[in-house]
């Protein structure tokens, strides 16, 4: 059985060079926050499940084909009638990146509580989710609660990543929805100060982090990019350093990568400082190269930083 659970939608990516109006080809791969973090937790040897719904297009088989390679459970990602999301995404020469997403009434997008199944939940140490799965419908937001209660009543590891995404929704249900699941969340990972301000209120990372101690959280994690995190665990407040890279191509995914390398620590026993060094790291191996995916290093490359990393 996995370790780290994680729920929520994985999409079909088509990346190009330059902007998508004029691009005469795109690569294809896959991403989805959830996905992204339980690849990036496989590769450091953490064994990952997904719950999620996969269309029956031309596509399905593929990203499951794709996922089973990376170790990940399926057990619980059934091929079903429906098509899957897609996302472009261009990287400009300023390094700035474009997407279009073609998501709405996906598969995934109909994932219901009934989805959840509690022996799957029970028997996982740390069950994840975030608001985007939250917003693709009411549905999942339903699945993503229930979840939850379950693995609070069976004393597994609730983690959430607010990840505000107002293209899905406005401010108003983001709000809801975090605060219908913050009394069930053991670790909280939003990003600081952008995210924070908008969903609370608070730019202050030691504030907010506070913020989410008092509604239950006994982990708090402000991403913080460039800058690095800030780890609290309601007693004490660290910062934690970002593993600069020399050379930046691509961010995408990279909060996942730092979120996924985390779990996976925490997930192998190590404490949480030790745990956010390896999700630094990971993050700042991840934006070396293209994709969501496809540039998440492997547990080797991760211990030439940390070589205490077993």
């Given at each position: 059985?996995?370790?780290?659970?994680?729920?929520?939608?994985?999409?079909?990516?088509?990346?190009?060079?330059?902007?998508?109006?004029?691009?005469?080809?795109?690569q294809r791969s896959?991403?989805?926050?959830?996905?992204?973090?339980?690849?990036?937790?496989?590769?450091?040897?953490?064994?990952?499940?997904?719950?999620?719904?996969?269309?029956?297009?031309?596509?399905?088989?593929?990203?499951?084909?794709?996922?089973?390679?990376?170790?990940?459970?399926?057990?619980?990602?059934?091929?079903?009638?429906?098509?899957?999301?897609?996302?472009?995404?261009?990287?400009?020469?300023?390094?700035?990146?474009?997407?279009?997403?073609?998501?709405?009434?996906?598969?995934?997008?109909?994932?219901?509580?009934?989805?959840?199944?509690?022996?799957?939940?029970?028997?996982?140490?740390?069950?994840?989710?975030?608001?985007?799965?939250?917003?693709?419908?009411?549905?999942?937001?339903?699945?993503?609660?229930?979840?939850?209660?379950?693995?609070?009543?069976?004393?597994?590891?609730?983690?959430?990543?607010?990840?505000?995404?107002?293209?899905?929704?406005?401010?108003?249900?983001?709000?809801?929805?975090?605060?219908?699941?913050?009394?069930?969340?053991?670790?909280?990972?939003?990003?600081?100060?952008?995210?924070?301000?908008?969903?609370?209120?608070?730019?202050?990372?030691?504030?907010?982090?506070?913020?989410?101690?008092?509604?239950?959280?006994?982990?708090?994690?402000?991403?913080?990019?460039?800058?690095?995190?800030?780890?609290?665990?309601?007693?004490?407040?660290?910062?934690?350093p970002a593993h600069?890279?020399?050379?930046?191509?691509?961010?995408?995914?990279?909060?996942?990568?730092?979120?996924?390398?985390?779990?996976?620590?925490?997930?192998?026993?190590?404490?949480?400082?030790?745990?956010?060094?390896?999700?630094?790291?990971?993050?700042?191996?991840?934006?070396?190269?293209?994709?969501?995916?496809?540039?998440?290093?492997?547990r080797a490359q991760?211990?030439?930083?940390?070589?205490?990393?077993?």
């Amino acid at each position: 059985m996995p370790d780290l659970v994680s729920i929520g939608e994985c999409m079909v990516e088509f990346s190009c060079e330059g902007p998508m109006a004029r691009a005469r080809s795109f690569q294809r791969s896959f991403g989805g926050d959830t996905l992204n973090l339980l690849v990036a937790a496989a590769r450091l040897g953490c064994p990952g499940g997904f719950i999620t719904r996969v269309g029956s297009d031309p596509f399905g088989a593929g990203l499951l084909e794709g996922w089973r390679a990376e170790g990940i459970d399926l057990t619980h990602a059934p091929l079903v009638p429906g098509f899957n999301g897609i996302y472009f995404i261009s990287l400009l020469e300023s390094g700035e990146r474009e997407f279009t997403y073609y998501r709405a009434g996906s598969a995934a997008s109909h994932l219901g509580p009934d989805d959840i199944d509690p022996d799957y939940i029970a028997a996982a140490k740390i069950v994840h989710s975030s608001g985007i799965t939250q917003a693709l419908a009411p549905s999942c937001r339903a699945a993503v609660k229930r979840a939850f209660e379950v693995a609070k009543q069976a004393n597994v590891t609730v983690s959430f990543d607010p990840n505000l995404r107002l293209k899905l929704w406005d401010i108003e249900q983001a709000r809801a929805a975090l605060a219908e699941v913050l009394p069930l969340v053991d670790v909280i990972l939003p990003s600081a100060p952008e995210e924070t301000r908008e969903l609370i209120g608070i730019e202050n990372p030691e504030q907010a982090a506070a913020y989410f101690h008092e509604r239950g959280a006994k982990i708090a994690i402000m991403k913080m990019g460039r800058r690095g995190a800030l780890v609290s665990d309601g007693d004490s407040v660290h910062p934690i350093p970002a593993h600069r890279s020399p050379f930046v191509v691509d961010t995408t995914g990279a909060g996942d990568a730092f979120a996924g390398g985390f779990l996976a620590g925490l997930s192998m026993g190590y404490d949480i400082m030790s745990a956010a060094s390896i999700g630094a790291v990971v993050s700042g191996l991840k934006v070396r190269g293209r994709g969501a995916v496809s540039s998440l290093p492997q547990r080797a490359q991760v211990r030439k930083y940390l070589p205490w990393l077993g």
